[in-house]
Nanobody
């Protein structure tokens, strides 16, 4: 059974940092792209950043470029999202997801597996 389990969310002040983790299990994701999405209250879920599990190619949404870093640790089967200089508009539920195929997809429908999400709240 494939599982993606996010952790690391919480309450942080403006300008602060958080590192989200996504532990993956149940299959090999070496041929997959892994992505982070987020959904703010009343808004649609949006792509944040993605990475090829093998090779490490990345793609960042313009809204977070320069403030977040995606990485993965194959030995720990864990995906990370380091977020710095957080803003109130970063408040959302953050999801990790896995997409088969090539490249780094940015569309929600391209991702097959999803975690349950972790809440990030940035307070001013």
């Amino acid at each position: 059974q494939v599982q993606l389990v996010e952790s690391g969310g919480g309450l942080v002040q403006v300008g602060g940092s958080l590192r989200l983790s996504c532990a993956v299990s149940g299959r090999t994701f070496s041929s997959y792209a892994m992505g982070w999405f987020r959904q703010a209250p009343g808004k649609e879920r949006e792509f944040v950043v993605g990475i090829r599990w093998s090779g490490g190619s990345t793609y960042y949404a313009d809204s977070v470029k320069g403030r977040v870093t995606i990485s993965r640790d194959s030995a720990k089967s864990t995906l990370y999202l380091q977020m710095n200089s957080l803003k109130p508009e970063d408040t959302a539920v953050y999801y990790c997801a896995a997409a088969p195929g090539v490249g780094v997809p940015v569309r929600e429908w391209q991702y097959t597996y999803w975690g349950q999400g972790t809440q990030v709240t940035v307070s001013s």
